[in-house]
Each structure stands twice: as C-alpha cells, then as structure tokens.
C-alpha cells in the first residue's frame, strides 16, 4: 500500500492505498491522522490525486495559501 501526502492550500491531507481503493486522512501538526470526510472515487489513478484534491478543495485558497502540492 502506498501513501501520498499533500498540501492543499494549507491542509495537510495523506491519501493510501492504490488505484481504485483510497482512503483519505487529515494529518495533524502533532503527527496524528484523523480520517477524512469526504472519499476519493476509486477511477482517480495516483497521477491525478493532487489535482483531485485541489478541485475539491479550492474555495480553501487564499493569497497566502494558493498553492496544491505533493509532498515529497
């Protein structure tokens, strides 16, 4: 199983699993995950997660926090 972690727009967002099985985790600053409230659908493949996640995400954007990345 792999993870992705994410930074959209100033949430700190871990996506695991593979193509068609995704589960979605809010990261805290203290290293704890939460799970997150919304799905990934399974037909999303690991190249277009971040831009999913943006899509979603996008009313969050500020001038401070304008930027979806992949954290490495």
Known sequence: M??????????????????????????????????ADFIVPQDVVEHELCEYLADLYHENA????????QLM
């Open 2 to 35: 792999k993870e992705f972690r994410f930074n959209i727009f100033g949430t700190l967002i871990a996506v695991t699993g593979s193509g068609g099985a995704w589960q979605a985790y809010y990261l805290g600053a203290d290293g704890k995950r939460r799970p």
């Open 62 to 69: 500020t001038p401070r926090n304008c930027s979806a990345v």
